[in-house]
């Protein structure tokens, strides 16, 4: 469904950004400005700045922006479209123009849709073999693990009775094929006929977060030297990597707490349940798959990780504190000194508020790390342990407070055995080496006495002057059409490439609508399919173009012009792109030299 132009433009007019964002987060008037507290990272004090005569926001510490659609869009974590019609809501608006070509819903695929239907019956089966006698040895089970019927009945738990045959019959009684069957993961062909492959075993049904039953964890009742736990194998409709446990239900309360804790099973969910904490998944005993992450990122919620005390969970914690990292997911780690017990076990031994006590012992990855490191992680090397120092060199540096440093200090001198000065001259030569690279977070300094190297350099002092140029011509873009037409005429392209792109942005709105409007070109990207939206919209939040008259204007974009031109000649002679740009169109240069810049960045 796309939205027209002056549809948009009409509710703009009609919506204060300032009034939007206040029915979410609380907004603070400071003067002409309004800020607040970012909602899209960890922040404590007023980042975000909302931009009442731009009708925009732009956060300072993370850099996400946008205007009203973008926030409301990002904020619910829905589509542009559902944002647009979000915020008429909010306002009280309504027109014609918002319901036309509906989005219609795709075709359902026959086939999955019978499989959905087959195994949703199955599980309602399953749930009803709970109530007759013979699942009494499910029901004395759960009693003995003191879950409750009301827990039974939210998280739909069943039996499957020993006559698998019984179960088949069933399905097929009620219109599906053996091949349904089959295909839902649950058919055991024997020679007698086939059978199901869970029969005896309590069943905890796995639902995708559209509540829709997709697969089983069966677990035995009997010590019969089967596998305690089994899984229903991976179907057209269970991808286990892709799924986490009680998301379905979860997902009602995790917006609201902030928060979802992570932990490693069925029983460690309804132990915090029982505990009144619903925000609450478990890996089912995977390890956290880049799915996972891409889930746990789109919750835009704090991660609290929580498994097993022992050796092995502690290490599938560190394990999973690099892939958040690397995704940027904010999180902390439940970490209870000396405790080797999973909450099922510290709730069933030590009762409700051991537990409580015990997920509320949240600490930073640092602390972790250390603990991790002085219990369970042998550093005998002195290399791993200058690799220790070496990986925490900017967290440290990042720490404020001077009591808190020290703290953390001692405590990786405690771990590591090096002297509390030794880490600190060391620290200061990796300060001195970022103040070198004008404080840009790309150093790493080997630790030691004397062995100090640089690498990852940022790219040469010339190229940053060339993108200094290419920005200022942007932003003056982003308000003056004059300035549109002479980057048209004159500069042609720029070596950036987020740059070049929002160029081409803002000259096809100012030839379309003979203006430059920096809100409405951010509906333009955001209702657009483009790999790199966020950082495009970001990137045009933050453009900040100074207040020059006219004739200002013109000198500067001279200036600038004569800028990107000499270091465009400069940067052909260094790389010998001179060569290579004969007979290339101004995009296919331009294309030239931002491979080049990436690569002097990446091999520097």
Request: charge should be neutral.
């Amino acid at each position: 469904m796309n939205l027209d132009h002056d549809l948009l433009q009409e509710i703009k007019s009609r919506a204060d950004i300032v009034d939007v964002i206040s029915s979410y987060i609380n907004v603070i008037k400071k003067g002409r400005r309004y800020v607040a507290v970012c909602p899209f990272h960890d922040d404590h004090n007023p980042s975000m700045d909302i931009n009442k005569e731009k009708q925009t926001f732009h956060c300072y510490v993370c850099h996400h922006g946008g205007d009203v659609f973008t926030f409301v869009a990002d904020y619910e974590k829905i589509s542009f479209v559902e944002a647009v019609k979000k915020v008429c809501e909010i306002i009280n608006f309504d027109d014609p123009r918002l319901h036309k070509n509906e989005f219609k819903q795709a075709p359902i695929d026959e086939n999955i849709d019978k499989l959905y239907k087959c195994i949703t019956e199955l599980q309602k089966y399953y749930v009803y073999c709970m109530q007759i006698q013979e699942g009494e040895v499910a029901r004395n089970y759960l009693a003995s693990r003191n879950i409750e019927p009301e827990q039974i009945e939210k998280f739909g738990l069943g039996y499957a009775p020993k006559d698998g045959r019984a179960t088949i019959s069933h399905l097929q009684q009620k219109g599906f094929s053996l091949k349904n069957i089959e295909d839902i993961g649950i058919a055991l062909v024997k020679a007698s006929g086939s059978s199901d492959s869970n029969a005896g075993r309590l069943m905890f049904p796995i639902k995708n977060h559209n509540d829709q039953v997709v697969g089983f964890s069966a677990r035995r009742l009997v010590d019969d030297g089967s596998a305690k736990f089994v899984n229903s194998p991976e179907t057209k409709i269970f991808k286990k990597n892709s799924l986490l446990y009680n998301l379905n239900n979860a997902k009602q309360t995790i917006k609201r707490d902030g928060f979802v804790y992570i932990v490693e099973g069925f029983m460690d969910v309804f132990a915090l349940d029982t505990i009144g904490i619903n925000s609450v998944v478990a890996l089912m005993g995977t390890k956290m798959t880049q799915n996972h992450v891409a889930m746990l990122k789109k919750l835009n919620v704090e991660v609290r990780l929580c498994l097993d005390g022992d050796g092995p969970g502690q290490m599938a914690m560190m394990d999973i504190m690099k892939e958040l990292d690397k995704a940027q997911v904010r999180y902390r780690l439940v970490s209870t000194p000396n405790e080797l017990r999973d909450p099922d076990d510290i709730l069933k031994q030590d009762g409700e508020s051991a537990l409580k006590k015990h997920v509320n012992n949240l600490v930073d990855s640092f602390s972790f790390s250390m603990n991790y490191y002085s219990n369970y992680a042998q550093l005998e090397n002195v290399e791993d342990k200058k690799r220790i120092i070496s990986n925490f060199a900017t967290f440290l540096l990042n720490v404020n407070s001077k009591i808190e440093r020290d703290n953390y200090i001692y405590k990786l001198s405690k771990v590591t055995g090096f002297e509390y000065n030794a880490i600190v001259n060391y620290l200061r030569e990796v300060k001195k080496y970022k103040a070198q690279d004008n404080g840009e977070d790309n150093t790493f300094v080997n630790f030691g006495a004397v062995e100090t190297k640089r690498v990852n350099k940022s790219i040469d002092k010339k190229l940053r002057r060339l993108l200094c140029a290419e920005k200022a011509v942007l932003e003056l873009m982003s308000e003056n059409l004059y300035a549109v037409k002479y980057y048209e005429n004159n500069i042609k392209y720029f070596a950036n490439d987020i740059y070049r792109q929002l160029a081409n942005f803002i000259i096809d709105y100012a030839s379309q609508h003979k203006n430059v409007n920096v809100s409405m070109i951010i509906d333009n990207i955001s209702s657009g399919d483009y790999a790199n939206k966020n950082e495009l919209i970001n990137q045009l939040v933050s453009l900040n173009p100074p207040k020059l008259n006219d004739d200002d204007i013109k000198t500067a974009l001279d200036e600038y012009m004569g800028i990107i031109q000499e270091e465009r000649n400069k940067t052909y002679e260094k790389s010998q792109l001179s060569k290579a740009c004969v007979g290339k169109s101004e995009n296919e240069k331009a294309k030239l030299i931002d491979d080049y810049i990436k690569r002097t960045n990446k091999n520097a």
